[in-house]
């Protein structure tokens, strides 16, 4: 920083010519504007304009409106002039104590109307004592550069005794000010606040105005704490004891902002000081604390309900907390968390209901993006192999996880009271056997009663809480589920409620595993799957999104029984094209998902086997393949592929599903909803590539189509990257400079009529890894092909 520590005077011709120009800038007239906004930047480089503008901003004799103008010129001019050069200021100290002085005395006006120059002012003085102590770190927060604020030594004891000075005020306006500066410091600088020389002192004076009648006060000191104990100071930690009584004393204090920050502030706390924030467990204190944060789960502010409902599993799971108290609680807990999972009229106003219907096309802004996986990354997330994700793990599509974002309207998306204590419910069903048991006779009684009851909401709710609590271990309701699975499947049929139907669907797939292994849920294989197959054909979007999800999960949980019939697997491949033909935009990744995880898990349990072609059937499978007994005719090389055979590999399911693949896939060239029809793709041809049927019916046209992708836009990108450079080309010429490879200057060519469309990459990968994909499996016909290409260029 420069030594200029001569005393500023400002030049009162500069004052007015920047006045004018805020008026201009005010101006309704176009004109004046224009030659506003070039003064500026003329007087931006000005030495000292931040000065200048900060001798505006305290002005009061001026209008509220030429000041509110100035304090935005003074936050760009702080922030221009804090721009590290050679690490240096473009600000001196004498430009810069001039700001501090005027900002801080903008910081305590009184005035009503004032309110947007204490806020300005509060967030200008956060600005210099970030910019002058802190630096970018690499994680992308501020690093502290020491423990003191050395560039402003005095500013802590500086607000302590504006604090002392404003107590008496008739009016509690500057001491919010104030406190909201000391907020936004620990928020922005808490690292040096925290540890600080004046550190302890602050602590003591937010405890003070914490305890104080006024509201904002006390919840800018609540927020300015909980910031502070986030770094851990000893300023804080030492006085541990005053804080925890300090938010003991404010759970009365009912109103929303309060709450918020207490239970916030308790979280944290209880993690690693639960001795001091409980008395030693006293039990007293204890229950107090989870009235509390009953009292916040049962709050209709959205922000308070969500925060203290997460704070039950939090406990339960803690091993170091005791569950004896948590155990006598819950008979006043559990209803509870069960009463929150029924919809509210607020969430059910969230729902699209009217463009729910299959008939409503999907409009393109609506559908969520989606982005291509390369094969790599495929790998990667599946553990190193299909056969890992198959078998269940490595989070790849034998997990049944869906690699597409759901397209889901607002309620779906949004993180709510409903889905928050459903997920307390089921980790708690986690937390021991002895809080597991006391949940279940807690809330399987009021579960029964949920799924008898005439209201759909009730049955859904219901429905939810059974799956939520069943999550990790139903041996529990075993002995039910005979019964209760015919009563889900019926809340699946059409004619009930949409919602009940998707949640009916999500239930269904959470007893996967139970149907595999005993004899009574295989007796319901069937009519579960069927179910499944006749929910992903509804015409509301939300159950076929939840079918999808649940025949995903079902035949990867039940593994090889979809094989005991061929109706099965014709059935799954029908229900497929019926899909292709209905989904619109939104629902079409999802589908592409369900059928790259159920032909996964197909493949998976038939490779290595030798499959035998089924008998001609009256799905719409058979009608595909006329021809399909040409498979192995005239193929020498068939033998030593048998090892590599599967289901697929049947010229029926291959005739089934690639032709609308394929034809869907070539008609969204340029679309970024090709991206999983380019992922279907190179996964079936992993699967299918080898076999003669694939070669001699459709190599040839994915092979060109992809070839042709992948060198129009590769001739795009030479396109676009000769413009780039005879731009800066042109543009250096102009300026006498040199040339610079490395400069990036797109930006300066945003407006440039004449510049082409950036290509976009991913197509480019999306191809590559295609060709690939073909190069690798489809021996011997790819070399074929390319010998026949290379024979007809020569010719």
Known sequence: MNNETTQWQ???????????????????????????????????????????????????????????????????????????????????????????????????????????????????????????????????????????????????????????????????????????????????CGDILGECSDAASLVQALFVFASAQDRVMRQHCLSALYHLFGRLPTSLLSQIDAYVKLLLHCTSDTHVSTMKIVTDSMIVVMNQHWNVLSNNNDQSTVLKIFEFMLAGTMHADEDVHITAAEFWALYALDPDKDTA???EFFPKLIPRLVQRCRYTNDLLEMIDFDNDDQSKADLSEDVAPVFYTSRSDRTERSGGSAAASGNGGGGGVGDAKPKYPQVMDEEESSWNIRKCCASQLEKLSFAGEALKTKLLAIVLPMIKQALDSEQFLDREAGLLVLGAVTQKDYESIIPSLPELIPFILKQCHAEQHILVQQIGCWSLARFSNWYYTSTDGDRLYEAIFLQLLESMKSNSKRVQRAACGAIATFINGTKEKIFRKQQYIEALMNTFLAAFNNYHLKNFPQLIDVILCCTTVIAEYTSNTQQTSPPPSNGHCDGATATAAADTNGNGNEKKKKNMDNILCDAKFQDALLPPII?????????????????????????????????????????????????????????????????????????????????????????????????????????????????????????????????????
Not at 43 to 48: D, R, S, V
Not at 780 to 795: D, K, M, S, T, V
């Open 325 to 327: 108290l948590l155990l």
């Open 10 to 188: 400002p030049d009162m011709q500069k004052i007015g010519t920047i006045i004018q120009m805020i008026e201009y800038i005010q101006s309704d007239d176009n004109k004046k504007q224009k030659e506003a906004f070039a003064k500026f930047h003329e007087l931006k480089q000005m030495e000292q304009f931040s000065a200048y503008c900060a001798a505006i901003f305290s002005r009061k004799s001026l209008s509220i409106a030429i000041r509110r103008q100035s304090g935005l010129l003074l936050k760009e001019a702080l922030r221009t002039g804090f721009q590290k050069k050679d690490h240096t200021f473009h600000l001196s100290d004498a430009e810069l104590n001039v700001c501090k002085q005027c900002l801080l005395q903008c910081l305590c006006e009184a005035d009503e109307q004032s309110k947007f120059i204490r806020e300005t002012s509060a967030i200008a003085i956060v600005t210099i004592v970030r910019e002058l102590h802190c630096e970018p770190s690499t994680v992308g927060v501020l690093a502290p550069q020491s423990t003191e604020f050395d560039e402003w030594p005095d500013l802590i004891r500086t607000l302590l005794h504006l604090l002392k000075t404003h107590q008496s005020d008739a009016t509690p306006t500057v001491l919010q000010s104030i406190l909201n500066l000391v907020q936004l410091l620990c928020i922005d």
């Open 663 to 795: 034809q869907r896939w070539m008609a969204l060239q340029g679309d970024h909803n090709i991206y999983p029809l380019f992922e279907a793709l190179t996964q079936w041809i992993g699967f299918v590539g080898h076999s003669a049927h694939f070669q001699q019916q459709y190599l040839n046209q994915v092979f060109v189509t992809a070839l042709n992708m992948a060198v129009e836009i590769k001739n795009e990108i030479r396109d676009y990257d000769e413009y780039v450079k005879t731009v800066r080309r042109d543009k250096h010429a102009s300026n006498g400079t040199a040339a610079d490879g490395d400069d990036d200057d797109d930006d300066d060519d945003e407006n440039d009529a004449n510049e082409p469309d950036k290509p976009e990459k991913e197509f480019w990968v999306c191809s590559l890894d295609l060709l690939a994909q073909i190069v690798e499996r489809c021996e011997p016909g790819i070399r074929q092909l390319l010998w026949r290409q290379q024979q007809n260029e020569f010719h």
